[in-house]
């Protein structure tokens, strides 16, 4: 369950690495507080004078709005097939003779400077 819960925070965050322009300011500030900073649902619902629920409804929407972004524009998804394609073409560079290497080495690098 933990793992889970792990793994959802570690999604929500990269997708919001990618989307939060696309959010509204409060939107942004209830996902810092929840996600960036580890605040419970009852400390950003006393930050904010409202309920709890509104607090957890509020987060909710706007962790489907990141996921909904991440169906149409699927920016995360390109991102872990190039980071996967970078790190394949450094297994394949590790193969070379030493005099191909530090040509591919600095395409490597600047890919990796693009990401």
Same mark, same amino acid.
């Given at each position: @369950? %933990?793992?889970? $819960? !792990? ?6 965050? $990269? $997708?919001?690495?990618? =989307?939060?322009? @696309? !959010?509204? #300011?409060?939107?942004?500030?209830? $996902?810092?507080? /929840? =996600?960036?900073?580890? =605040? ?15 607090? /957890? ?12 972004? %991440?169906?149409?524009?699927? !920016? ?6 190039? @980071?996967?394609?970078?790190? #394949?073409? %450094?297994?394949?560079?590790?193969? !070379? ?5 530090? %040509? ?12």
């Amino acid at each position: @369950m %933990e793992d889970k $819960l !792990l793994e959802k925070t570690n999604r929500i965050n $990269l $997708l919001y690495d990618f =989307y939060r322009q @696309m !959010l509204t #300011e409060k939107q942004q500030l209830f $996902l810092e507080y /929840y =996600y960036l900073d580890d =605040y419970s649902l009852g400390e950003i619902a006393a930050e904010f004078s409202i309920s709890r629920q509104a607090v /957890y409804e509020h987060i909710k929407r706007a962790a489907k709005l990141l996921e909904d972004y %991440e169906d149409k524009l699927q !920016l995360l998804a390109k991102h872990d097939q190039r @980071m996967l394609q970078l790190k #394949e073409m %450094e297994f394949a560079l590790a193969r !070379l003779p030493e005099a191909y290497k530090p %040509e591919l080495q600095s395409a490597i690098d600047k890919l990796r400077d693009l990401n």
